[in-house]
């Protein structure tokens, strides 16, 4: 298999891509009475949850940042990677009927799904800018690092996306375990409490969660100011790296039994 040669076959369909991504978006919001306002409603109804929960019942630690604001920072980008996966991985089998009957790079189904979850991801940036306001919480020059947090979890997006839709095609039970997986990943994340909860003589393990890294990254940007923490970036992004290469190189080497499968 040349992966060099599968990336250039993609490249070549761009436009394909694009096309399809557009369709994912409006397909998505069809006839809905909010349309793209679901992209803000899901994170914000979580937030507030969360904060009536974590303030009055049982309140987390938050050094001084206003629970909503925390808990919103670290939503907004889960929501963008529970999104990608849950529309991503049925993706092949939801669009049987193209995938077998006309020859292109079936990547491009999952990776539409995920442009159209980033869509949704920078409508959702609108309202934590408004809450930055109205919370008064400075613009830090931190913030300069937020591209490179976006390129981490898209990555591992990709390859996580990738690994869920092979793995579909050849298990469709597999789409009953998606969302489990994603709610055990979701607690297993610093989204509702800080890393600092963490036994110390447990973060190095508990880092290995790529989101780990990449949500306290973004708080650590975005809330205080600070440098994430090298460490944990970097080992978000190998393990980001070797998901993507694992899922990609799984898939295409399993690509051209999708068809009869599917």
């Given at each position: 298999?040349?992966?060099?040669?599968?990336?250039k076959?993609?490249?070549?369909?761009r436009?394909?891509?694009?096309?399809?991504?557009?369709?994912?978006?409006r397909?998505?919001?069809?006839?809905?009475?909010?349309g793209?306002?679901?992209?803000?409603?899901?994170?914000?109804?979580l937030?507030?949850?969360f904060?009536?929960?974590?303030?009055?019942?049982?309140p987390?630690?938050t050094?001084?940042?206003p629970?909503?604001?925390?808990?919103?920072?670290?939503?907004?980008?889960?929501?963008?990677?529970?999104?990608?996966?849950?529309?991503?991985v049925?993706?092949?089998v939801?669009?049987?009927?193209?995938?077998?009957?006309?020859?292109f790079?079936?990547?491009?189904?999952?990776l539409?799904?995920?442009?159209?979850?980033?869509?949704?991801?920078?409508?959702?940036?609108?309202?934590?800018?408004?809450?930055?306001?109205?919370?008064?919480?400075p613009l830090?020059?931190?913030?300069?690092l937020?591209?490179?947090l976006?390129?981490?979890?898209?990555?591992?997006?990709?390859g996580?996306?990738?690994?869920?839709a092979?793995a579909?095609?050849f298990?469709?039970?597999?789409?009953?375990?998606v969302?489990?997986?994603?709610?055990?990943?979701?607690?297993?994340?610093?989204?509702?409490y800080?890393?600092?909860?963490?036994?110390?003589?447990?973060?190095?393990?508990?880092?290995?969660n790529p989101?780990?890294?990449?949500?306290?990254?973004?708080?650590?940007v975005?809330?205080?100011g600070?440098?994430?923490d090298?460490?944990a970036l970097a080992t978000?992004a190998?393990?980001?790296?070797?998901?993507?290469?694992?899922?990609y190189?799984?898939f295409k080497?399993?690509?051209p039994r999708?068809?009869?499968?599917?």
């Amino acid at each position: 298999m040349d992966v060099l040669a599968d990336i250039k076959t993609l490249w070549l369909h761009r436009e394909l891509l694009w096309v399809w991504a557009a369709r994912e978006v409006r397909v998505r919001y069809k006839q809905s009475l909010l349309g793209a306002g679901w992209a803000i409603l899901q994170p914000l109804a979580l937030t507030l949850m969360f904060s009536l929960v974590f303030t009055l019942v049982v309140p987390i630690p938050t050094a001084d940042v206003p629970y909503p604001i925390f808990a919103y920072t670290a939503l907004l980008p889960w929501t963008f990677l529970a999104s990608s996966i849950s529309f991503g991985v049925p993706s092949l089998v939801n669009n049987m009927n193209l995938v077998t009957k006309i020859y292109f790079p079936r990547e491009v189904l999952p990776l539409a799904t995920i442009a159209a979850a980033g869509v949704d991801f920078l409508v959702g940036g609108l309202v934590l800018v408004g809450m930055m306001l109205w919370y008064r919480v400075p613009l830090y020059p931190t913030a300069l690092l937020l591209p490179v947090l976006l390129l981490i979890q898209m990555i591992l997006t990709f390859g996580v996306t990738l690994i869920g839709a092979t793995a579909l095609v050849f298990y469709r039970d597999v789409r009953f375990l998606v969302p489990l997986f994603l709610q055990l990943w979701l607690y297993a994340s610093p989204v509702i409490y800080p890393v600092s909860l963490i036994p110390a003589q447990w973060r190095g393990l508990y880092f290995l969660n790529p989101m780990a890294g990449l949500l306290e990254g973004y708080r650590a940007v975005l809330l205080y100011g600070h440098w994430p923490d090298r460490q944990a970036l970097a080992t978000a992004a190998v393990v980001a790296l070797a998901l993507a290469v694992v899922g990609y190189s799984w898939f295409k080497r399993l690509e051209p039994r999708f068809a009869d499968l599917i």
